[in-house]
């Protein structure tokens, strides 16, 4: 029997992001809290754990690497499912990135306000970046945010929260003026030959059919694809996928 909260919807993710998670590092943050003292809340780190730090940060140098090359030709970068900024904000404080601008898009009303302290913490110029909303699973958009021409969207560990995708995600994005969609997601058929990495996905209702749902949308085109590029921990590979409209 399937445990009720372990079903991908938007009223569990709602629970388990913007109340339990977001809602209670809200409340522990302050005017001197940072990505790193976010990390440590949320993970309850009495002490810092360099081990779990310098993996995270080599994860995200995989992904600065990847927008960096494939956003050279856009003037905003978008992060949908964008958290309290773990990534976002990491990228936006980087020199790499000092001429671009951001939008920051989540589900979780506190994690926006989260991000937001955050970026103020880290005095970053309130002009870099815009917050909004955004519910991937009913395919509506912030009314405020609007997609600049030509932006490169990405997402990373947003889309594996919905069991069994369909094209409606891809019309959504496809509503925006983007030059390159970027997936950093566990994608279930990469790892069809490791029973142990399927047991994990299939037990928490992950995505099972993302990338199958891509290949066959004749709206789109895969122009980069590599498996497994870094690791959540053990049973939870990310791969990459970057898309163009066709």
Known sequence: MINNKLIKNKKNILREFDKEKYGNLLKKINFKT?????????????????????????NKKIIKKFILKY???????????????SIGLYLLNSIKFKKKKFIFLDISKNAIQVLNKIAKNLRINKNKFKTGLIDIYNCILDKKIKIPKNSTIFTSSAMHYKKKHNKKFID?????????????????EHNKNNKKILNY???????????????????????????????????????????KKI
């Open 34 to 58: 940072n990505l790193r003292k976010c990390e440590e809340l949320l993970n309850n780190f009495n002490s810092p754990n360099e081990t779990f730090f310098k993996k995270n940060l080599n």
């Open 71 to 85: 956003s050279k030709k856009s003037s905003t970068i978008v992060e949908c499912g964008c958290g309290y900024g």
């Open 172 to 188: 959504f994005f496809l509503n925006f003026q983007f030059e390159h969609l970027i997936f950093f997601e566990p994608i279930y």
């Open 201 to 243: 996905i299939e037990k928490n209702n992950y995505s099972q059919n993302f990338l199958t749902v891509l290949k066959n949308s004749p709206k789109i085109q895969i122009i980069f694809e590599r498996k497994n590029i870094y690791f959540s921990h053990k049973f939870l590979p990310y791969s990459l996928i970057i898309i």
